[in-house]
C-alpha cells in the first residue's frame, strides 16, 4: 500500500522518517526536506520489512517552489507560470536500489506510486505536476507513463543537470495511466492519527489491511478477536 | 535566447506533435544543425537477454560507406565508444573515448571517421527502463569541443529523439487496415489476460507506447471506450483471439 502524510498524521511516521533521515545521512536537500511545512504532503512506500523504499514530497507551489525561486532560468515561459494553488512541485524524491531495476516487481510497484501521485492530485484539486527531473534518468520520466512535457531548457540545479518538465494530473491523463497499468482499486492508504490501533506501526497495519482484503468476513471476525486477545496479553505481561 | 536554445525548445515542443518518423528526423536535424552537427544516427546497442549487436534505427544527414563496413566487419567489437555507452549517464565526445583505444585498429576507427569530414562526434546514451541500451551518434565536420550546456541539451534532445523516434518507427511497420491487426488482436488477447500495458510490450518486444496506440486503435475499431471492454467487443464481433507473436 501507498502511504499518504500529511502533517496530521506524520507522528505516526516519526520512525520511518528518521529511518529516511539516516539513508541519506548529512546535510543533503533531502534531508533538511524532511522536516516539512504545514502544507507539504509525502508519498511514502514501504518495503516487506517496512523500511522505506520510496518517498517524494508535494508542494503547492503558490506556498513554495523551488524550481521557480532557485533556478527560474529553467522555465522558459517565466517562473511565475508554474505558480498557483492547482500546481504542485515534486521534490526530494528517494527510491531504495531494489526499486530502480526494470524487474517486474519493480516495475509494477513504480507504476502504482506514480498513479497513486495522481490521484492524490485529483482529489486535492492538483491539475498538474512540476519538478527539475535529473537529465540523466530522463527516458525514465518520458517512459513511464505519466503526460510529460517540458517547461525549458536542461541547466544546473545543486551541481546536478536537470531539465523542468510538468507532469499532466488531468483526469484523462489518471484515467490513462490507469489503463495503462491494468490497475486495480486504489492502493493509497490516509492513516489517521489518534485512530490507529494499540500503538501498530504503520507497516503493521498496512499488512494487516492487505490481508483483511484477502479474507471473507468469516474468517476476519476470528482474527480479530484473536489480535484483540494478543494484544491484552501483551498489555498485562 | 540563442537560434540554438530557441531550436533546442522547438524540437521539445515538436516531438508531441510529430506523427511520422520522417517529420520527427527533420524536426532533430533543425535542432541539431543549429548546434553545428551535420549527421546524426540513433543505433540499438543492446536489448536484454540478446547478445551485443549494434544497429542503426535512422539517422539524418549524409551517411558515408562506413556504416556498411562498420556492420559487416563487426567493428563494433573493438570500438571503444560502444563500450563506453554502457556505462556512461553523461554524454562523451570522440577525442575523450579515442584515448581509451586498446589496439592500433580501434585507433583507425576515428582515423576512418575524420577520413569522412568529421572533426569530432558526440555520443550520447540513452537507457531505458527495461535495460536496453540506445545511443545517438552527432557528428560534428566543424566543433572540435561540446561546451557543457550543448552537451545537456543534446543530452535530452537524444533521448527524446531516441525514445519517440523508436515509437513512430514500430507504428510505421504496421499498415492500417479496417478491421483489427494482427498486433491489435495479440494486445487484446494480453489484456483478457490481465497484463498492463509494459507487460505486453515485453510479451511483443515493442515498446509500451507502440502498445498504448495499438490499444487505442483497437478501442476505435471496436467502438468501445474502456480497456477492460476490449475483449468482449472482441469476441461479439467474431475476432478469434490467441497469444501468437507472430
Redesign the interface.
Known amino acids: 500500500m501507498i502511504h499518504i502524510v500529511t502533517a496530521d498524521n506524520r507522528g505516526l511516521y516519526a520512525r520511518e522518517f528518521e529511518r529516511i533521515a539516516e539513508l541519506l545521512g548529512g546535510e543533503s536537500p533531502q534531508r533538511e526536506g524532511l522536516t516539512a511545512g504545514a502544507g507539504s504532503l509525502h508519498v511514502l512506500s514501504l518495503d516487506g520489512w517496512g523500511a522505506p523504499e520510496f518517498i517524494c514530497r508535494l508542494d503547492r507551489t503558490d506556498v513554495a517552489c523551488a524550481l521557480a525561486e532557485r533556478a527560474p532560468q529553467l522555465v522558459?515561459a517565466g517562473a511565475e507560470t508554474i505558480r498557483g494553488p492547482a500546481v504542485w512541485e515534486r521534490t526530494r524524491v528517494f527510491a531504495a536500489p531494489g526499486l530502480c531495476g526494470?524487474e517486474?516487481e519493480s516495475?509494477?510497484r513504480c507504476?502504482e506510486l506514480r498513479l497513486a501521485i495522481l490521484e492524490e492530485a485529483r482529489e486535492r484539486g492538483i491539475e498538474r505536476i512540476v519538478e527539475a527531473a535529473p537529465?540523466?534518468r530522463?527516458?525514465?520520466t518520458?517512459?513511464?507513463?505519466w503526460w510529460v512535457?517540458?517547461l525549458?531548457?536542461?541547466?544546473?540545479l545543486d551541481g546536478v543537470?536537470v531539465?523542468a518538465v510538468e507532469i499532466d494530473a488531468s483526469a484523462e491523463a489518471t484515467a490513462?495511466l490507469r489503463?495503462?497499468?491494468?490497475?486495480g482499486p486504489s492502493r493509497r492508504l490516509h492513516l489517521k492519527a489518534g485512530e490507529t490501533p494499540w500503538s501498530a506501526s504503520p507497516k503493521e497495519i498496512e499488512t494487516f489491511l492487505e490481508a483483511a482484503q484477502q479474507l471473507d468476513s468469516s474468517k476476519l471476525q476470528p482474527l480479530l478477536v484473536a489480535l484483540r486477545a494478543a494484544v491484552a496479553d501483551d498489555a498485562d505481561s | 535566447m540563442s537560434p540554438a536554445?530557441a531550436a533546442?525548445?522547438r524540437f521539445?515542443?515538436d516531438t508531441?506533435k510529430a506523427s511520422s518518423l520522417e517529420q520527427l528526423i527533420d524536426s532533430f536535424g533543425a535542432c541539431i544543425a543549429a548546434h553545428g552537427f551535420q549527421r546524426a544516427v540513433c543505433m540499438r546497442v543492446a536489448t536484454?537477454g540478446q547478445p551485443v549487436q549494434p544497429k542503426v534505427l535512422f539517422d539524418w544527414g549524409a551517411t558515408t560507406g562506413l556504416g556498411e563496413r562498420y556492420a559487416s566487419e563487426r567493428l563494433y567489437r573493438i570500438d571503444p565508444t560502444v563500450q563506453a555507452i554502457f556505462s556512461a549517464?553523461?554524454p562523451f565526445s570522440w577525442d575523450e573515448i579515442e584515448v581509451k583505444a586498446k589496439t592500433p585498429e580501434a585507433a583507425a576507427l576515428f582515423d576512418d571517421l575524420r577520413a569522412t569530414g568529421a572533426r569530432n562526434g558526440l555520443v550520447a546514451p540513452?537507457?531505458?527502463?527495461?535495460?536496453e541500451v540506445l545511443a545517438v551518434v552527432l557528428v560534428s565536420d566543424t566543433e572540435a569541443e561540446f561546451p557543457?550546456?550543448v552537451r545537456?541539451?543534446m543530452?535530452?534532445a537524444a533521448?527524446?529523439f531516441?525514445?519517440r523516434g523508436l515509437t513512430l518507427m514500430e507504428r510505421a511497420a504496421e499498415p492500417p487496415a479496417p478491421d483489427l491487426t494482427r498486433r491489435e488482436i495479440q494486445c487484446v488477447y494480453w489484456?483478457a489476460e490481465?497484463?498492463?500495458?509494459?507487460?505486453i510490450g515485453q510479451i511483443l518486444q515493442i515498446?509500451?507506447?507502440t502498445v498504448?496506440w495499438h490499444?487505442q486503435n483497437a478501442k476505435k475499431k471496436l467502438g468501445v471506450s474502456?480497456?477492460a471492454q476490449l475483449p468482449n467487443a472482441a469476441w461479439r464481433r467474431g475476432v478469434l483471439l490467441d497469444e501468437s507473436r507472430d
Open positions: 522558459a526494470p517486474p516495475r509494477r507504476g537529465c540523466n530522463i527516458v525514465e518520458l517512459r513511464c507513463g512535457s517540458f525549458g531548457l536542461p541547466g544546473e543537470p531539465v490513462d489503463e495503462r497499468l491494468a490497475a | 536554445e533546442t525548445l521539445f515542443q508531441a536484454p549517464i553523461e540513452v537507457h531505458g527502463p527495461l535495460g557543457s550546456d545537456q541539451r543530452h535530452v533521448s527524446l531516441a525514445t489484456i490481465g497484463k498492463s500495458d509494459w507487460e515498446s509500451d507506447e498504448a490499444v474502456r480497456r
